[in-house]
């Protein structure tokens, strides 16, 4: 489209716009600037929330969880073995787990639990994170996970690749020379057939637990890790 086309449709639109009733031209401009600032405010608001209860919140998180896609029907008995697990009483110290269950709408990725989800991984407010293979890629693509084979031992990285247990992310990548690779990460322990999973009920199209880059408390992560796989070898 060029220049002259661009300012043929610009003069069209004000002529439309000045023809319509004061009232009409209240809903054109709802339609067009209001649901967008709504959606800005609504985020702006979420981000603002997240960064209060991260650096304002009293009570300390030692562990935080955050299920995306996912359901928890024992919710808070995980919770209460996670705070018994790493030694707190749940109330100045507490490992939380929040279930985010819908990620998708009927456009795509949710806005609002997406930006929630980011922030936290952005400032280092998560610790794991437990997606499936629709939403994961989302975060992997800006690196928000951990490469398991740089967290866990050895020896529990050979066991749960002989048992497929492995979710890597792949990419491609161009090096300085133009030349497109496959880059393999491994970013997930896939968990549906876990006994962790039947035990608290964890439904989704494949749960797969993921440990955040920027997570503050990696020492817990790998306690979580060790109580979630307790019952797999």
Known sequence: MD????KAIKQERRAKFK??????????????YLIGTLITLVLLGATISILYTIFFNKQEKVLSIELVDCQIEEHDKLEKALNDLLGVDGKKKKATVSANNIMYDADGVDPEIYQSVNTMFYV???DVYIGTKRDIPIYAKNNYFQDLSELIDSEL????????MLYYYKQSVVDDEGVEYSLSKPVGIIISDTAFAKEYKVYSDGPIVCVSATSLHKADVLKFIDYMLRESF
């Not at 220049?3 to 661009?6: A, G």
């Not at 023809?19 to 067009?32: H, N, P, T």
Request: avoid cysteine; aromatic fraction near 14%; charge should be positive.
């Open 3 to 6: 220049k002259k086309e661009k």
């Open 19 to 32: 023809s319509l009733s004061f009232k009409e031209k209240l809903e054109y401009l709802a339609d067009y």
């Open 124 to 126: 280092g407010g998560l």
């Open 157 to 164: 990285f050979k066991k749960l690749e002989e048992k497929d």
